[in-house]
């Protein structure tokens, strides 16, 4: 564990174009939400999602914002969940946003990683996808397993031609990422060949397997999101609130939600199987064999 101070979650009041780890801005209309932690990769500590949180309900509140932009600072746009920094904060209690539920950090074990995780990840990106208002993820560099729980919780996604995805997790001796929506954004066999290789796919496969809706060269990225934003917000507000729970619910009804819940127990069961024959949740992987494994890079 850590000595380095952990610093608090940013708060709807604190955040600014330059705040960290997550800025936020609006311009025309859009408020776009920036992960801001370029330093570590966007590598996601709960203190980032909860002031990502944060960002999202101050857009939400604001009539004035009618689409909202996922994006990142940096080289990448998300290496994940942080398994690895001086900032990691498994450990440091924050109050509960997304789940009814028990506090993690006076449990041990499967019950600690259970309450946690319940919170931070499944609970949070199920949150974020019912957001009322458009989100875009605005994808560059490498989006790696948390990273795509990110991305697939937005509307659509446009990427750079840069852009790279991966879940490597299955390294880990786990079914994938806790929001587990593989399977409905790739189709089925796209899904277990990415699991069972934990191999790297580029934007144009993605674009080509219906993951993501445009690829574009890298200095156009941020121009393109710009226009498809711009011409979102001429649309009614509440008109394309109810179109977009109107597809989620079809998503539902063709079983996302019951499956994710399914395949988090099977998550859980990884964690603990690993933890019962070597003591590491994490089946001896950390973030420099987990990227190494993703394939490297900068």
Not at 67 to 77: D, E, S, T, W, Y
Request: hydrophobic share 45%; with cysteine.
């Amino acid at each position: 564990m850590s000595e380095t101070p952990i610093p608090p979650p940013l708060t709807g009041d604190d955040l600014t174009a330059d705040s960290a780890p997550v800025a936020y801005e609006v311009a025309n209309g859009v408020a776009y939400v920036t992960l801001n932690r370029p330093e570590y990769r966007n590598a996601q500590n709960s203190v980032m999602t909860y002031s990502l949180d944060a960002a999202f309900v101050r857009a939400v509140d604001d009539a004035a914002v009618k689409v909202i932009v996922l994006r990142a600072n940096g080289k990448h746009f998300s290496a994940g969940h942080d398994i690895g920094t001086p900032e990691r904060d498994f450990h440091v209690r924050y109050p509960n946003t997304a789940s009814l539920y028990w506090d993690h950090t006076d449990r041990s074990g499967g019950d600690q990683r259970l309450a946690r995780e319940i919170e931070v990840y499944v609970g949070m990106c199920r949150r974020w996808r019912e957001i009322p208002k458009p989100v875009i993820a605005q994808v560059h560099g490498a989006c790696i397993a948390g990273g795509l729980m990110l991305a697939w919780i937005c509307d659509f996604i446009v990427a750079s031609d840069d852009a790279f995805f991966s879940d490597p997790v299955a390294r880990m001796g786990i079914p994938g990422v806790e929001y587990f929506a593989h399977a409905f954004v790739l189709g089925p066999r796209r899904a277990k060949e990415l699991l069972f290789t934990g191999k790297r796919f580029t934007a144009a496969q993605a674009a080509d397997w219906g993951m993501v809706n445009h690829v574009v060269p890298r200095d156009d990225l941020q121009s393109t999101v710009d226009g498809i934003a711009a011409e979102i917000a001429e649309m009614p507000q509440l008109g394309l609130a109810l179109c977009k729970k109107a597809v989620n619910i079809c998503e539902d009804q063709m079983g996302l939600r019951n499956a994710m819940n399914s395949v988090f127990g099977w998550h859980h069961f990884a964690h603990s199987a690993n933890a019962e024959a070597d003591g590491d949740s994490l089946g001896g992987m950390d973030a420099r064999s987990m990227k190494a494994s993703a394939g490297g890079g900068a």
